[in-house]
Antibody, heavy 120, light 106 residues
């Protein structure tokens, strides 16, 4: 099972970016997925999650209203659309697979991360 | 929101030691508590899920216990590869917050 993130980069404050996470080796459609970020030198911050069916989405207060999580199960791909980006959104963004259909379970598979830098 | 508080924030130990890291939730979370290990430059790795269940492939020297709000991760017989940062995370309700981390150093 492998998760590979892409889409990170340098973006100006106020800009938008879409991250992708491609799953291989297992059908991620049977599991909930989340995005977790880590600012430079800081701890882990859970950002957003989505149930296996895409019926329910969840967000941290820090990104609510600015980020949208979605998935395309036919492509085995998870997305994070980010808008109104701020300097404090600068971080490595990891996608992770939960070990259940909903997010009330540990995250047992992680990608290697993609770096987002918000700076002018 | 449920806040997770880990202690200590850093810990010095030696190979062969038994160490305990604690995690406190700001409200009851039943057994919805997970532990992760992260090494520098790497993604986190799930060690323990649902308070006390060892993830497949994780050595048995790792164990977890707890009761509703107070949880512990114990490593019995530290190995050189165990020196890393450890995080607890609650999966009871959104937002699924992590603790601030415990850095385990030699």
């Amino acid at each position: 099972v492998q998760l590979v993130e892409s889409g990170g980069g340098l973006i100006q404050p106020g800009g938008s970016l879409r991250l992708s996470c491609a799953a291989s080796g297992v059908s991620s459609s049977n599991y909930a997925m989340s995005w977790v970020r880590q600012a430079p030198g800081k701890g882990l911050e859970w950002v957003s999650g989505i149930s296996w069916s895409s019926g329910t989405t969840y967000y941290a207060d820090s990104v609510k209203g600015r980020f949208i999580i979605s998935r395309d199960n036919s492509k085995n791909t998870l997305y994070l659309q980010m808008k109104s980006l701020r300097a404090e959104d600068t971080a490595i963004y990891f996608c992770a697979k939960h070990n259940a259909v909903g997010p009330r379970a540990g995250m047992d598979v992680w990608g290697q991360g993609t770096t987002v830098t918000v700076s002018s | 929101d449920i806040q997770m508080t880990q202690s200590p924030s850093s810990l010095s130990a030696s190979v062969g030691d038994r160490v305990t890291i604690t995690c406190r939730a700001s409200q009851r979370i039943s057994t919805y508590l997970n532990w992760y290990q992260q090494k520098p430059g790497k993604a986190p790795q799930l060690l323990i899920y649902d308070e006390s269940n060892l993830q497949f492939g994780v050595p048995s020297r790792f164990s977890g216990s707890g009761s509703e709000t107070d949880f512990t991760l114990t490593i019995s017989g530290l190995q050189p590869e165990d020196f890393a940062t450890y995080y607890c995370q609650q999966s009871f309700s959104s937002p699924y917050n992590f603790g601030q981390g415990t850095k385990l150093e030699i």
